[in-house]
């Protein structure tokens, strides 16, 4: 029977030479760490050293996840990446109305600075490279990280992470938006401008296709919608009246690492080889680190079930042998119990040692790109790159990645996806090891991490005590000069940093540009 990838493109059972009839070599691979960058974004890749074993965490109080963060750097990880839960995610205090039963589930609590102290207590940020996966409010989470720092004594030249900072991706599969496309999109370019000034290694933009692959976006519709937000995200800056290649040698990406291997492996392939093209044609690209797509890589958290737990282990390893095949810069490798609840020490320790046995006892880091030249795998990446260009060219069609969200197209195209997967599982057609096939007659006892309920209750006293023990009128001044920045064309990230140094709260700020840009409301195209 055919096979087809999870982009629904045909699998041959054998490939050969007539399947790259007329293949250029050098005009498709190049050589690794050159145009067009699909043998990789560096001429040594991890021959030189290994990816950076970046381990997502974050849970309950700020103490808390600062335990974990401790664990994680003395078990070996070389990177931190912090998971805010919804309410600071949404912008919202720990003890708004709308924040109830949410503080602390499914990431870390952070209000004000007095937080984000507490999160990185004893870790020098001079010594650590962090992730924060924050979009809306990215700019409010940045400037409170460059705050503790300058408390630290770290100059902000020396800090160096990421924001998550893909607003719009939030509009297509997430939700956690604040504020209308238009002046989400000028608070990104606001965080260009601003840390090539002040916080110059750090990357100001993580473009996430992960989020679409969890909404259930087949390979080539992640990367294809990915890169028209990217593409939307340079025009901005570029309107703005900034150089290309002022911004875009700090541009990231985000993509997920499913099972299917080979399609992954061609999907990563392919999405350098369109990016550097786009960087290069589109935009005039001189500096060679703008054509660059470098990218995180996290393992498919959608395809972890909750029956028979433990063996996520072995689809995490593989999914992660995928990022790895494929060229990541860093990875995060989701723990087994992740199905079920957040995940245990134990767990989270395993998840790392996944990572650690792939760079240390295999030999995928002996070789750069070891499949080039494969016939399977270079018939892929081309056409995964096809089916992906096609999709960017009916969003263009439409006016854009934005006018595209506007329409809902991008949303249906992965809701479309989703069911499709959802009905080849249900068929059986799709085979889910121990949910429609090789199922246990009951399954084993498993006790999972609990966030304790009453951090709300702390949340909202710590936050009373704040407010009480700070310089109120130097909030509201601090707070009044943001609005004004708002509503001008200034950049609005110098008098929020002034906002939140005052002890202004995130939702306090976040309230602020809500009065002076409203909220985005989804329109019944969705």
Same mark, same amino acid.
């Given at each position: 029977?055919?096979?087809?990838?999870?982009?629904?493109?045909?699998?041959?059972?054998?490939?050969?030479?007539?399947?790259?009839?007329?293949?250029?070599?050098?005009?498709? /691979?190049?050589?690794?760490?050159?145009?067009?960058?699909?043998?990789?974004?560096?001429?040594?890749?991890?021959?030189?050293?290994?990816?950076?074993?970046?381990?997502?965490?974050?849970?309950?109080?700020?103490?808390?996840?600062?335990?974990?963060? =401790?664990?994680?750097?003395?078990?070996?990880?070389?990177?931190?990446?912090?998971?805010?839960?919804?309410?600071?995610?949404?912008?919202?205090?720990?003890?708004?109305?709308?924040?109830?039963?949410?503080?602390?589930?499914?990431?870390?609590?952070?209000?004000?600075?007095?937080?984000? =102290?507490?999160?990185?207590?004893?870790?020098?940020?001079?010594?650590?490279?962090?992730?924060?996966?924050?979009?809306?409010?990215?700019?409010?989470?940045?400037?409170?990280?460059?705050?503790?720092?300058?408390?630290?004594?770290?100059?902000?030249?020396? /800090?160096?992470?990421?924001?998550?900072?893909?607003?719009?991706?939030?509009?297509?599969?997430?939700?956690?938006?604040?504020?209308?496309?238009?002046?989400?999109? =000028? /608070?990104?370019?606001? @965080?260009?401008?601003?840390?090539? #000034?002040?916080?110059?290694?750090?990357?100001?933009?993580?473009?996430?296709?992960?989020?679409?692959?969890?909404?259930?976006?087949?390979?080539?519709?992640?990367?294809?919608?990915?890169? #028209?937000?990217?593409?939307?995200?340079?025009?901005?800056?570029?309107?703005?009246?900034?150089?290309?290649?002022?911004?875009?040698?700090?541009?990231?990406?985000?993509?997920?690492?499913?099972?299917?291997?080979?399609?992954?492996?061609?999907?990563?392939?392919?999405?350098?080889?369109?990016?550097?093209?786009?960087?290069?044609?589109?935009?005039?690209?001189?500096?060679?680190?703008?054509?660059?797509?470098?990218?995180?890589?996290?393992?498919?958290?959608?395809?972890?079930?909750?029956?028979?737990?433990?063996?996520?282990?072995?689809?995490?390893?593989?999914?992660?042998?995928?990022?790895?095949?494929?060229?990541?810069?860093?990875?995060?490798?989701?723990?087994?119990?992740?199905?079920?609840?957040?995940?245990?020490?134990?767990?989270?320790?395993?998840?790392?040692?996944?990572?650690?046995?792939?760079?240390?006892?295999?030999?995928?880091?002996?070789?750069?790109?070891?499949?080039?030249?494969?016939?399977?795998?270079?018939?892929?990446?081309?056409?995964?790159?096809?089916?992906?260009?096609?999709?960017?060219?009916?969003?263009?069609?439409?006016?854009?990645?934005?006018?595209? @969200?506007?329409?809902?197209?991008?949303?249906?195209? @992965?809701?479309?996806? #989703?069911?499709?997967?959802?009905?080849?599982?249900?068929?059986?057609?799709?085979?889910?090891?121990?949910?429609?096939?090789?199922?246990?007659?009951?399954?084993?006892?498993?006790?999972?991490?609990?966030?304790?309920?009453?951090?709300?209750?702390?949340?909202?006293?710590?936050?009373?005590?704040?407010?009480?023990?700070?310089?109120?009128?130097?909030?509201?001044?601090?707070?009044?000069?943001?609005?004004?920045? #708002?509503?001008?064309?200034?950049?609005?990230?110098?008098?929020?940093?002034?906002?939140?140094?005052?002890?202004?709260?995130?939702?306090?700020?976040?309230?602020? /540009?809500?009065?002076?840009?409203?909220?985005?409301?989804?329109?019944?195209?969705?």
């Amino acid at each position: 029977m055919a096979r087809e990838s999870e982009s629904g493109l045909p699998i041959e059972p054998v490939y050969g030479p007539q399947d790259l009839t007329g293949w250029d070599p050098v005009e498709r /691979l190049g050589e690794p760490g050159g145009y067009p960058f699909t043998r990789g974004v560096y001429p040594s890749m991890y021959t030189g050293r290994p990816w950076t074993m970046r381990q997502y965490a974050g849970f309950g109080t700020a103490a808390e996840s600062n335990a974990r963060y =401790r664990q994680l750097i003395a078990h070996g990880t070389t990177g931190l990446s912090v998971a805010f839960d919804l309410p600071t995610q949404m912008g919202y205090d720990s003890d708004a109305p709308i924040a109830h039963g949410e503080v602390g589930k499914v990431g870390v609590a952070v209000d004000s600075v007095d937080d984000m =102290r507490v999160l990185f207590g004893g870790i020098p940020l001079d010594e650590v490279s962090t992730s924060m996966t924050i979009n809306a409010p990215a700019a409010l989470l940045l400037l409170m990280y460059q705050l503790v720092g300058e408390e630290q004594g770290v100059p902000a030249a020396r /800090l160096t992470g990421t924001v998550q900072n893909d607003v719009l991706k939030e509009y297509i599969a997430r939700g956690t938006y604040i504020f209308p496309p238009k002046p989400s999109l =000028r /608070l990104t370019a606001d @965080i260009f401008r601003y840390c090539r #000034a002040e916080i110059p290694r750090w990357n100001t933009i993580s473009i996430s296709g992960y989020h679409m692959a969890e909404a259930g976006a087949s390979p080539a519709q992640e990367i294809a919608f990915t890169l #028209a937000d990217g593409i939307e995200y340079v025009r901005t800056a570029v309107a703005a009246g900034m150089d290309v290649d002022d911004f875009a040698p700090r541009l990231s990406f985000f993509f997920v690492a499913r099972t299917t291997i080979l399609e992954e492996v061609a999907k990563f392939r392919a999405a350098r080889r369109i990016w550097a093209r786009v960087m290069k044609e589109e935009f005039g690209a001189r500096n060679p680190r703008s054509l660059m797509l470098r990218f995180h890589t996290q393992t498919a958290g959608v395809q972890l079930t909750a029956q028979q737990p433990e063996v996520n282990l072995v689809r995490v390893a593989v999914q992660g042998l995928a990022a790895v095949l494929g060229g990541t810069q860093s990875l995060h490798t989701n723990s087994f119990d992740e199905a079920i609840a957040l995940p245990t020490d134990k767990s989270a320790r395993l998840a790392l040692r996944t990572q650690q046995v792939l760079a240390h006892e295999t030999d995928v880091t002996a070789t750069v790109d070891p499949f080039a030249g494969s016939y399977a795998v270079e018939r892929m990446t081309d056409e995964v790159e096809a089916a992906a260009v096609g999709l960017m060219r009916r969003v263009e069609d439409l006016g854009g990645a934005v006018a595209a @969200i506007e329409q809902g197209f991008q949303k249906n195209e @992965i809701e479309q996806n #989703a069911y499709r997967i959802a009905q080849e599982t249900d068929s059986g057609e799709r085979v889910v090891v121990g949910v429609n096939r090789f199922r246990l007659d009951a399954e084993e006892p498993y006790e999972p991490l609990r966030v304790d309920p009453a951090i709300e209750a702390r949340q909202a006293d710590r936050l009373a005590r704040l407010r009480a023990e700070r310089d109120r009128p130097a909030v509201d001044t601090a707070l009044d000069a943001l609005r004004k920045a #708002a509503e001008g064309e200034g950049n609005v990230l110098y008098p929020m940093k002034e906002a939140l140094r005052a002890r202004a709260t995130v939702g306090e700020v976040c309230d602020a /540009l809500r009065e002076v840009w409203g909220t985005y409301v989804p329109s019944d195209a969705f």
